[in-house]
Every structure is written in structure tokens, then in C-alpha cells.
């Protein structure tokens, strides 16, 4: 089984290929603390994929323009430095081909980045996850699925007459090999398991059942629904950014699919959250983007970080 679209093969029934920018193309335009191999790429991901080693990445997160047919600006209120005039985020408007030849690109290329134990999570919505489903199972093979998140988001989208209302996106999981890595999570403590391991020592919380003791090994193991509030207008975290992902989303993925002091990559990274996530959890990473406005800001939000160092570059 496998997704057709114009252009995918050529008129002698050869399959297209991306063909990423030699690395050559990347300069350094900025040094902030060390570098220590952190980069902020402006950029196109064609033109910077191809300047990242081959089996140097643990996890890959995209969280491509959904084809929402609009153009992005920043929100309102950090239009400042621009008076009245909208400030573009990027434009998200796409012919099929266009749109499909992007996301192919994307996996194709990421996928050689990635190490024998790594993984990538495609961030889509109803308009894309069937066909980066068929994408990821082509590129990485129906096996190495390991999960279809959702991204139960609850804010926004409050408007619906013909249709229950659309309140979480798609986050679909695969791994390079059989042998990806995993580390289970446990959420918050739930108000029954709270009531059930009643007892506390040093030890920790426990419950006794006929005279034995039990210890609570944590809250309850993460399950495949997210449940993580998108952004309010008025959060601490908001930078502007139209698409922004809240921290808590990043820092989930990246801890329980990247080990300690590992490499995340993000190409689509907008205003940085993956970024931000990963320096803040000790990894090391990389991200791009072609949006001035993304880099900005994604520069300003990295170089507020604890122990920053990284470099930006533009490509091409
Ligand atoms: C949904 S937004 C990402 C938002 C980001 N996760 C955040 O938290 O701010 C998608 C991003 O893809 C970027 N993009 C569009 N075309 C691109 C390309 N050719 N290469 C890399 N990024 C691209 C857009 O500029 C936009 O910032």
C-alpha cells in the first residue's frame, strides 16, 4: 500500500528524491557562549539537513505548516517593534504535489540523521495524518511505528455547527530501528491512587494489603492521549509565535524519546520550543527554519537559557 501523488514519480517511473544543499552552504552569523555544537539554523530544512552527520540525531520532532491555506503573522501583542503592521510568520498555503513533496522531503531526509536507537514524531492534524502515516510506513517501514499520539489540546477551536469540535492534533511516532529507545513516563499522582497509598516513611508513599507492603512506584504511566493545555493568550510562555507548542508537549517527547545528554533535532522549528526543551532537559540540538521572524525569536528565547550556548547560521 502506498500514497500516490502528482510528481512522484517521473514521467520514465523514477521515484524523486530531495537533494539536500552540501554543507558548505552553512555559515556561522553568531556565536553565543561556547557554540558547543548546538545550532540555530535560518534556513530552509533541504539546505540544512544535509549539513547534519549521518547517525548523530536521537529524536526528530516536525511540526510542519499544517496547510491551513492561511499566512501566519505574530500575534498581536508582539507586533511592537513593527507599530500596526502585521509582522509574517511564514505562509501555509500549498497545491497537493507542493504540500506532499515537502513532508516526503522531510522524512527522507531526516531519516539518515537519525542513529540506529533514534526516532522521529510527525506533528499533524486531521488534514495531513493519514497521508504522513503512509509517508512514514514508506520511509521507515509499517514496523517501526511506535505510536499515533494525540495532542488533546482543549483550548481554541471553539466553533463547530456541522462537526463535533476538533480539539487535539496528531503526533505519529516511528523509530530508525526495532532497537529505538523509551523511557516511561509517569504523570501526576491521581486523586484515587492519592487515597489507595495512604502511608508515608522514608521510603516513600505505600499501601499494606493483608500485612504487605506496597510501594507507589509514581503516578500513573503516560498513555498515547496527551492531555497538555495549549497556550493561553496571557501564559508566560506566549512569544508571539502564531504556532507555538507549549513546553510541557516538548519536554514529554524529548524525555521519554531521547536519552540524557542526547541530540534532538527540530527542521521546522519556529520559534524554538524544541529547542528550548531539549537545553533545558541537558540534550544537545539542532533547528532551522526559513522564517526571519522564527529565528528571532527563537534566538531571543534560547539566549534567555540557563547554561545557553549555540551558534546561528544562516543557509545558502
Ligand atoms: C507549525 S510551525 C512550528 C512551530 C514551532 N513548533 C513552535 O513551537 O514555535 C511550522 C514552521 O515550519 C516552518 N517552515 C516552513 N517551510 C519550511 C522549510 N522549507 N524548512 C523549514 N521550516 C519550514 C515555518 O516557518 C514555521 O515556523
Not at 4 to 14: E, M, N, S
Not at 33 to 48: E, Q, T, Y
Not at 154 to 178: E, P, Q, W
Request: hydrophobic share 35%.
Amino acid at each position: 500500500m502506498q500514497l500516490l501523488w502528482p510528481g512522484k514519480f517521473d514521467a520514465a517511473g523514477v521515484r524523486r528524491r530531495p537533494e539536500p544543499v552540501p554543507a558548505a552552504r552553512c555559515r556561522v552569523v553568531r556565536v553565543i557562549g561556547k557554540g558547543d555544537g548546538n545550532r540555530l539554523v535560518h534556513g530552509d530544512f533541504r539546505a540544512v539537513l544535509g549539513t547534519v552527520a549521518e547517525e548523530s540525531v536521537d529524536f526528530v520532532y516536525v511540526d510542519p505548516p499544517f496547510r491551513t491555506e492561511r499566512d501566519h503573522y505574530l500575534k498581536q501583542s508582539s507586533r511592537k517593534h513593527n507599530g500596526a503592521t502585521p509582522q509574517p510568520a511564514y505562509s501555509d498555503r500549498w497545491t497537493d504535489a507542493d504540500y506532499l513533496n515537502f513532508l516526503d522531503d522531510l522524512v527522507a531526509l531526516a531519516r539518515p540523521a537519525l542513529r540506529a536507537t533514534g526516532s522521529i514524531a510527525m506533528h499533524v492534524d486531521h488534514r495531513a495524518s493519514a497521508h504522513v502515516r503512509c509517508l512514514l510506513d514508506e520511509h521507515f517501514g509499517p514496523d517501526r511505528f511506535i505510536n499515533e499520539l494525540i495532542w488533546k489540546y482543549g483550548l481554541g477551536n471553539a466553533t463547530a455547527s456541522r462537526h463535533f469540535l476538533r480539539k487535539h492534533d496528531c503526533i505519529l511516532v516511528y523509530g530508525k530501528t526495532a532497537r529505538h529507545y523509551f523511557k516511561k513516563q509517569r504523570g501526576d499522582l491521581t486523586a484515587a491512587q492519592q487515597r489507595k497509598y495512604c502511608h508515608e516513611d522514608e521510603r516513600g508513599r505505600y499501601m499494606m494489603s493483608y500485612g504487605k507492603r506496597y510501594d507507589l512506584k509514581g503516578g500513573k504511566p503516560l498513555e498515547s492521549v496527551l492531555d497538555i493545555p495549549a497556550l493561553a493568550a496571557t501564559d508566560a510562555q506566549r512569544c508571539g509565535y502564531p504556532t507555538q507548542k507549549p513546553l510541557r508537549l516538548l519536554e514529554v517527547l524529548i524525555e521519554s524519546l531521547s536519552p540524557p545528554a542526547g541530540v534532538v533535532m527540530d527542521p521546522c522549528c519556529g520559534s524554538g520550543t524544541t529547542a528550548v526543551a531539549a537545553q533545558r532537559l541537558g540534550r544537545g540540538w539542532i533547528a532551522c527554519d526559513p522564517s526571519e521572524t522564527a529565528i528571532e525569536l527563537a534566538t531571543q528565547r534560547l539566549e534567555a537559557e540557563k547554561g545557553r550556548a549555540f551558534v546561528v547560521e544562516r543557509a545558502g
